[in-house]
T-cell receptor, first 115, second 115 residues
Framework: GAVVSQHPSWVICKSGTSVKIECRSL??????MFWYRQFPKQSLMLMAT?????????EQGVEKDKFLINHASLTLSTLTVTSAHPEDSSFYIC???????????FGPGTRLLVL | AQSVTQLDSQVPVFEEAPVELRCNYS??????LFWYVQYPNQGLQLLLK??????LVKGINGFEAEFNKSQTSFHLRKPSVHISDTAEYFC?????????????FGTGTLLAVQP
């Protein structure tokens, strides 16, 4: 069964509003979680590494003030898209990074549509 | 730095025919290799992985892949495909002994199985 969950599975919001996406590691305390973004018909691009109890590590070109990541507990990481714009519309997927030392397990994804 | 190349963006195939999805990688260090499958509007599911040992790896749903170090390839194969195998397939690598198991993905190959 699924080992990582995401909520919501899809969300539609108005331009300028903020949206929070939750990623939960089920039955495992994950100190590291990853956030990816996937545009239509494209591959997954790593946005940031979420570290429990410390600041997230962002990939080059990803605005940390726009994509706020909070990993306040060992089972929950959140991604908040602040002041969302239509170009932020995408499929956001998280994974837990240390359940298995070598393998990431992915959540079902959250589709964001900004109008 | 690592990179992953999936030359075929789309592979059409008839049901019950064999299929091979190609993956080549580039890395200055040793890597782990993965194949993930993504069904429409869903997250990624691990098909198989190569960590060490036998270069022929068997995964779920009848898929297998062979690691070829000299050709830096990790092609995915299935002897007889089903309609239900229609999905996007991603090859990925991560650095052995890296600080985190950060994944680098290829651009994906759409396997389109036709009746």
């Amino acid at each position: 069964g699924a080992v990582v969950s995401q909520h919501p599975s899809w969300v539609i919001c108005k331009s300028g509003t903020s949206v929070k996406i939750e990623c939960r590691s089920l039955d495992f305390q994950a100190t590291t979680m990853f956030w990816y973004r996937q545009f239509p018909k494209q591959s997954l691009m790593l946005m940031a590494t979420s570290n429990e109890g410390s600041k997230a590590t962002y990939e080059q070109g990803v605005e940390k003030d726009k994509f706020l990541i909070n990993h306040a507990s060992l089972t929950l990481s959140t991604l908040t898209v602040t002041s969302a714009h239509p170009e932020d519309s995408s499929f956001y997927i998280c994974s837990d990074g240390d359940r298995d030392q070598e393998t990431q397990y992915f959540g079902p994804g959250t589709r964001l549509l900004v109008l | 730095a690592q990179s992953v190349t999936q030359l075929d963006s789309q592979v059409p195939v008839f049901e019950e025919a064999p299929v091979e999805l190609r993956c080549n990688y580039s890395s200055s260090v040793s890597v782990y290799l993965f194949w993930y499958v993504q069904y429409p509007n869903q997250g990624l599911q691990l098909l198989l992985k190569y960590l060490s040992g036998s270069t022929l790896v068997k995964g779920i749903n009848g898929f297998e892949a062979e690691f070829n170090k000299s050709q830096t390839s990790f092609h995915l194969r299935k002897p007889s495909v089903h309609i239900s195998d229609t999905a996007e397939y991603f090859c990925a690598v991560s650095e052995i002994d890296g600080a985190t198991n950060k994944l680098i993905f290829g651009t994906g190959t759409l396997l389109a199985v036709q009746p």
